[in-house]
Nanobody, 128 residues
Framework: QVQLVESGGGLVQAGDSLTLFCAAS????????MGWFRQAPGKEREFVAA????????YYADSVKGRFTISRDNAKNTVYLQMNSLKPEDTAVYYC?????????????????????WGQGTQVTVSS
């Protein structure tokens, strides 16, 4: 079992920055992949970013490349999503997720079904 708890969401203006946090417990954090997804009202869940095990690759959706950065601190069992230059279209509930694969491809990590555990989500709202 893996438990994930997101935090750090809030209300910001377009162009601002925000950092999301995901605290993990259960299985060894550093041995697995971690991802971020988001879901806006009336829309499907969307892949945002993912990172493999310690020293692994990072992957980003085209819509956030150059603006968002995923990172992880294995000592603290925490994964982060640094979001810069936020846009109103970034408004969504953001979820962190755990995958059993620590060194898979970007296409693998972009699929929701490859993740076994999910956090409760944290709301990010970007005003115009």
């Amino acid at each position: 079992q893996v438990q994930l708890v997101e935090s750090g969401g809030g209300l910001v203006q377009a162009g601002d920055s925000l950092t999301l946090f995901c605290a993990a417990s259960g299985r060894t954090f550093s041995s697995y992949g971690m991802g971020w997804f988001r879901q806006a009202p009336g829309k499907e869940r969307e892949f945002v970013a993912a990172k493999g095990m310690s020293g692994g690759s990072t992957y980003y959706a085209d819509s956030v490349k150059g603006r968002f950065t995923i990172s992880r601190d294995n000592a603290k069992n925490t994964v982060y999503l640094q979001m810069n230059s936020l846009k109103p279209e970034d408004t969504a509930v953001y979820y962190c997720a755990w995958s059993r694969c620590g060194s898979c491809s970007g296409s693998y990590y972009s699929r929701s079904r490859e993740y076994d555990y999910w956090g409760q989500g944290t709301q990010v709202t970007v005003s115009s």
